[in-house]
């Protein structure tokens, strides 16, 4: 049996998903196409305004209400996946996810076992994550401190920890194909922008500019463009790492950063972005590290990495910004609080090669990335490095330094 192909198609309330999937019922011409719409809330708006448009007997449309399907929906997403691949009716599915649904566990669904031992993976073929963005109000939504979307106002206890700006983040990092809708109704100038601020976020993702949804099919269906196992390799700050880790073994562990611009090499620069990892062996002093987050960085469109502060020296601190968005939180310990009797040999490799004296693998390693002409690599490593304790603080006991850092 032909797996059914699958394109998720995400992005938030407003941004023209609907529009998007009207399109594609006009223009797929004689394939048959099955859809599965969700919506959070109890009224189904977007299931009537497509049902509107499902006059065919081929065609069907499912709707899942009440629910997200990256989380309360889950079950029914991967019964209702598993009925339309089984009935064989269908060339195609495309799945609308709602506006608060991150992609990530909506993919993962499909590895789920069924009952015999298969799962989804066995009859659908996931093809393209499609994320659509309002280029409106894309560059507002990015710098929100709110979770204001209308979606939200249902409060889904799963989703009340999420921001706006981590959304539209989890949203951009795992797309194939990144449209960005209502392109029209802006400035060029705006639009360069926007292109900047997603290339920022997914290195990889094909970026089409759309008008009321209208993109050519071929685009957005049978692509095969998406991986599992490549999937976590998109996001821009993730390549970043890679490719200076790379770097870093050809120095002979010296970690140079003799280059600077990180995307030179890749198409990203035509985006005029600077990406660079901030690298150092010495801990942070928390209170010093904190000023840092909380003051302005001229051109910054997002940093991420793991950080280490003196008052919690075995504990691996992950930390983000983007638009007004800080997160923290406790990554897991260093490899150096492991006892030497439990390293597997995979982390034996590791170790060896990120292992320097006192201190081990404990390290600051976060990517910068920015734009060209306005974020300054060496100000943001003065900066950072004034944060790293001093020879004679490394003297002190440091465990009781100030740190205003939440609890983890
Ligand atoms: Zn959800």
């Known amino acids: ?21 009207n399109h594609i019922i006009e223009t797929k011409r004689a394939q048959s196409v099955a859809i599965i719409v969700n919506d959070i809330a109890e009224v189904n708006i977007d299931g009537k305004q497509i049902g509107d448009k499902i006059l065919q007997t ?41 506006g608060v649904s991150e992609p990530l566990p909506i993919a993962a669904t499909f590895t789920f076992p ?37 979606e939200r106002k249902t409060r889904l206890h799963t989703h009340d920890h999420t921001s706006v700006v981590e959304l539209m983040i989890d949203q951009l990092e795992f797309a194939n194909v990144i449209l960005v ?51 976590e390799e998109y996001p821009t700050w993730f390549k970043e790492m890679e490719r200076e880790d790379h770097k870093g073994q050809k120095d002979d562990g010296s970690h140079s950063h003799e280059g600077g611009h990180g995307l030179v090499h890749s198409h990203s620069h ?10 150092a062996r010495k801990p942070f002093a928390p209170k010093r590290f904190m000023d840092f987050t909380d003051s302005p960085i001229a051109g910054l469109i997002r940093s991420k990495g793991f950080f280490w502060l003196c008052t919690r020296m075995d504990e691996v601190g992950d930390f983000q ?4 968005l800080k997160d923290y939180r406790k990554a897991g310990k260093w490899y150096s609080t492991v006892p030497k ?36 690599q060496a100000d943001i ?28």
């Not at 073929?125 to 401190?145: C, G, K, P, R």
């Not at 944060?387 to 003297?395: A, D, I, V």
């Open 1 to 21: 049996m032909k797996k059914i192909p699958v394109t998720v198609l995400s992005g938030f309330l407003g941004s023209g998903k609907t529009t998007t999937i």
């Open 58 to 98: 081929e065609e069907k449309l499912v709707e899942l209400q009440n629910g997200c399907l990256c989380c309360t929906l889950r079950g029914d997403l991967f019964d209702e996946t598993r009925k339309l691949a089984l009935e064989g009716k269908y060339d195609y599915l495309i799945i609308e996810a709602s």
């Open 114 to 150: 069924m009952d015999d031992g298969k799962s989804l993976k066995d009859i659908a073929q996931l093809d393209t994550m499609v994320t659509v963005v309002d280029a409106v109000n894309f560059i507002e939504q990015y710098h929100s401190n709110e979770m204001d979307i209308q």
């Open 181 to 231: 809708n209502k392109s029209g109704l802006v400035s060029a100038e705006k639009l360069d922008k926007i292109h900047q601020m997603i290339r920022a976020i997914n290195a990889e993702a094909k970026i089409i500019d759309t008008n009321h949804g209208q993109v050519d099919l071929q685009e957005i269906m049978n692509t095969n463009s998406f991986d599992f196992e490549k999937a």
């Open 270 to 279: 035509e985006f005029g972005l600077t990406a660079f990892v901030y690298r």
């Open 321 to 324: 910004l983007a638009g007004k």
């Open 341 to 376: 009797e439990n390293w597997t040999p995979e982390m034996k490799a590791f170790i060896q090669e990120e292992w320097v004296e006192p201190f081990g693998d404990r390290r600051q390693e976060i990517v910068f990335i920015g734009s060209d002409d306005e974020i300054d």
């Open 381 to 408: 490593t003065k900066r950072l490095d004034a944060c790293l304790l001093t020879e004679s603080e490394l003297n002190e006991d440091y465990s009781k330094f100030p740190d205003p850092f939440p609890r983890w």
